[in-house]
T-cell receptor
């Protein structure tokens, strides 16, 4: 079965500094991977996706992620954090077990201080 | 653009009571699903539907029923609420091929407390 592990439950950064949210995956074949963002009291929104095309994927609001098969990682980065980036971020893998299913990580809460 | 609309946003129930969480989408999406979100556990799939009249179980279906009589609506029923069902519930939808590309559209959630 597919799974994802988000290595940090909380990440704190200062505004203007880089963001790194870490995600490792486990998959028996080439996976599709996604990052979703959830702002407080809101639903989840797709941030970016990797579906076996380019390994460096660009998303909304300046975020990007790199698929590294050798390291089984799909870390999310942003060069400069903004206060509005404060949210919870979920790494997600697509699993095909007869029906298509998304498997969510446990989430990383990003805190941005002035 | 309404997107995915969930009602109610908040609900408090007593153990043993029943209720229905409503979900409606106006994007003509074939696929609809219900997730629950619990602290430290991410989102877990409860039930899903690939079209009107077709539903199936996800990974945590016990205690919940669903039906899909129209493309737009996908209600989630709690038959006899238990404290373990205290959670935030999300409805999500996508087009027929969207689940393969992970493009789910989420509602804003329904926070349920069972006393």
């Amino acid at each position: 079965a597919q799974s994802v592990t988000q290595l940090d439950s909380h990440v704190s950064v200062s505004e203007g500094t880089p963001v790194l949210l870490r995600c490792n995956y486990s998959s028996s074949y080439s996976p599709s991977l996604f990052w979703y963002v959830q702002h407080p009291n809101k639903g989840l929104q797709l941030l970016l996706k990797y579906t076996s095309a380019a390994t460096l994927v660009k998303g909304i609001n300046g975020f990007e992620a790199e698929f590294k098969k050798s390291e089984t990682s799909f870390h999310l980065t942003k060069p400069s954090a903004h206060m509005s980036d404060a949210a919870e971020y979920f790494c997600v893998v697509s699993e095909n077990t007869g029906f298509q299913k998304l498997v969510f990580g446990t989430g990383t809460r990003l805190l941005v201080s002035p | 653009n309404a997107g995915v609309t969930q009602t109610p946003k908040f609900q408090v129930l007593k153990t043993g009571q029943s209720m229905t969480l409503q979900c409606a989408q106006d994007m003509n999406h074939e696929y609809m699903s219900w997730y629950r979100q619990d602290p430290g556990m991410g989102l877990r799939l409860i039930h899903y539907s690939v079209g009107a009249g077709i539903t199936d179980q996800g990974e945590v279906p016990n205690g919940y029923n669903v039906s899909r009589s129209t493309t737009e609506d996908f209600p989630l029923r709690l038959l006899s609420a238990a404290p373990s069902q205290t959670s935030v519930y999300f409805c999500a939808s996508t087009r027929a091929g969207g689940i393969r590309t992970g493009e789910l559209f989420f509602g804003e959630g329904s926070r349920l407390t069972v006393l």
